[in-house]
């Protein structure tokens, strides 16, 4: 993946603008925080392609992370942390965070079909 | 000697951090060696150390690095295709007999696996306790020796003393060399046992201190 570069990220979120789309959002600080770090949490969630469908999009930050939003009819798809992005085989826009040691904190991807795994 | 030796883990990397000396030592008796890995780890956060692999290509990526380890430990490899942190929502039963097909056909005489309870990530418990249960239904005559592997905090307090110590250092370049296969995933575990190591030796050293001795408890089904 690549540092963001925002007018080219915004550009694909409008690719998906009004169509059925699969996202995978996800947050993580691994299975092994409390077991290195007795006075840290395990918090993660992810969603896997689930369909959605939004009318606006945008990626909003200050050159080094990012956020994105996604308004759908009922609600909103959030991210936070967001650095790099690329696009994946069959143009599937990649969002991903990272810490120091290049570890995913939090990604948010769009797919118009389901990602596979 | 064992006849044969099955190691059950859930994702790629559990064998070599885990169990890599051990292995080595069945291998050079001459003792066959099989590795049944539940998953890809498509869910893992380390992606390489600068960053090479993302969301989407990882569990090609360690698929690869899982088929590079196993050749360098010179030992067979099964993937079962479960998904990353999703065998503690699968049913035990239908995972036990799963793995029991695949034992009964190979007919080990030890199966390595994880300590249920005391292995810290969902996976290795989940998969642990399937493992255990799969023997415990085999017939009594065919089943395996069970080594288990604890790796909590807490586990020699309420485990007590382990069974099986294997002291790995004297073939650690060998685990070594498991490990640095699973390119992805080495650096950001390895660097978990040294806080900003000045060199390659550092590190070493470090892994040496947290991963040269590999333990295991006998398990106990008459309990």
């Known amino acids: 993946m690549k540092p963001i570069e925002m007018e080219a990220v915004q550009q694909h979120l409008e690719r998906f603008i009004d169509k059925e789309v699969y996202v995978h959002l996800e947050t993580t600080n691994g299975a092994y925080a409390s077991h290195v770090n007795s006075e840290a949490y395990n918090v993660g969630a992810y969603i896997r392609n689930a369909k959605v469908k939004f009318s606006q999009a945008r990626i909003v930050g200050d050159g080094k992370s990012y956020r994105a939003g996604l308004k759908m009819e009922f609600g909103w798809i959030y991210a936070e942390g967001l650095s790099d992005w690329t696009i994946h085989g069959d143009n599937q826009l990649l969002l991903a965070g990272h810490d120091r040691e290049g570890r995913l904190m939090v990604s948010l991807q769009l797919s118009e079909a389901p990602f596979r795994y | ?223």
């Open chain 2, 1 to 223: 000697m064992e006849k044969h030796v099955v190691v059950i883990y859930p994702h790629p990397d559990d064998e070599s951090f885990g169990a890599a000396g051990t292995i080595t030592k069945f291998r050079k008796q001459g003792v066959s060696v099989t590795y049944l890995c539940g998953t890809l780890g498509e869910m893992g956060r380390n992606m390489g150390s600068p960053t090479f692999a993302n969301r989407e290509t990882l569990p090609e990526i360690r698929k690869e690095e899982l088929i590079n380890a196993c050749k360098a430990l010179d030992i067979d490899l099964r993937m079962l295709g479960y998904r990353d942190k999703t065998l503690e929502f699968e049913d035990r039963q239908t995972v036990a007999e799963h793995l029991k097909d695949i034992l009964e056909e190979i007919e080990p005489s030890l199966v390595i696996t994880h300590y249920p309870d005391y292995a810290v990530h969902p996976d290795h418990n989940a998969l642990g306790a399937a493992a255990v249960e799969a023997v415990r239904h085999m017939d009594e005559t065919k089943r395996p020796v069970v080594w288990a592997q604890a790796i909590s905090n807490n586990f020699p307090d309420v485990l007590g003393k382990p069974d099986i110590v294997n002291d790995v250092r004297d073939i650690f370049d060998k685990k070594m060399a498991a490990i640095s296969a699973h390119k992805s995933q080495a650096n950001g575990v390895l660097g978990q046992f040294q806080q900003n190591p000045k060199n390659k030796a550092e590190i070493l050293e470090g892994a040496k201190k947290a991963l040269g001795k590999e333990r295991f408890y006998i398990w106990d089904y008459d309990k």
